[in-house]
């Protein structure tokens, strides 16, 4: 069965320190990883797709990338509004269209 | 344009009630999702619709029925829920089997049953 765990589950920065957040998985074939950030009461919103090991991919402070076993979501010089959970996804070769999610990692940046 | 739109936003309803939950997508997606969140979990995936055949997550109870009018529309009709389905009820759409995986979520809405 799909598994994927993110670590830490909590954590705490101060603005501007950068830090790694990890996804490791277990699946069959990877059709794709996934990262969202989800706001409190909200939907989560769409951050990268990453398809094959050695991906990697950039979007303001937020870089993720992908290996065959996990995959790390680098905030760098972090600012308050970076502030969410982010979540992690693994889609499988055997089940197209299911998203396994990890439990998230609650980011909280303090000025 | 990668907006999944759904009402209502809030919805409270009692045990005997009957309600829906509306969601929409004009991405032209061939794929939508419905998905059930409780607090400080992931969202957990309750069905998907591809290509306007439906396919179930047997462990969703009866008491939820989707409806898919047309390839843009997609409904949660709601019917004798009980207190523990209280939950974030978020719908998501994909481009559809062979094509871009990625799901676009929309805002949610909060469910409270009484």
């Known amino acids: 069965e799909d598994q994927v765990t993110q670590s830490p589950e909590a954590l705490r920065l101060q603005e501007g320190e950068s830090s790694s957040l990890n996804c490791s998985y277990t699946v069959s074939g990877l059709r794709g990883l996934f990262w969202y950030r989800q706001d409190p009461g909200k939907g989560p919103e769409f951050l990268f797709t990453?398809?094959?090991a050695g991906e990697e991919k950039e979007k303001e402070r937020l870089k993720a990338t992908l290996t065959k076993k996990e995959s790390f979501l680098h905030i760098t010089a972090p600012k308050p509004e970076d502030s969410a959970t982010y979540l992690c996804a693994v889609q499988s070769t055997d089940s197209w269209g299911k998203l396994q999610f990890g439990a998230g990692t609650q980011v909280v940046v303090t000025p | 344009d990668t907006e999944v739109t759904q009402t209502p936003k809030h919805l409270v309803m009692g045990m005997t009630n009957k309600k829906s939950l509306k969601c929409e997508q004009h991405m032209g997606h061939r794929a939508m999702y419905w998905y059930k969140q409780k607090a400080k979990k992931p969202p957990e995936l309750m069905f998907v619709?591809?290509?306007?055949?439906?396919?179930i997550n047997e462990s969703v109870p009866s008491r939820f029925s989707p409806e898919c009018p047309n390839s843009s529309l997609l409904n949660l009709h709601l019917h004798a829920l009980q207190p523990e389905d209280s939950a974030l009820y978020l719908c998501?759409?994909?481009?559809?089997?062979?094509?871009?995986?990625?799901?676009?979520f929309g805002p949610g809405t909060r469910l409270l049953v009484l």
């Open positions: 990453l398809y094959s």
């Open positions: 998501a759409s994909s481009q559809g089997p062979g094509s871009q995986e990625t799901q676009y």
């Open positions: 619709y591809s290509y306007e055949k439906l396919s």
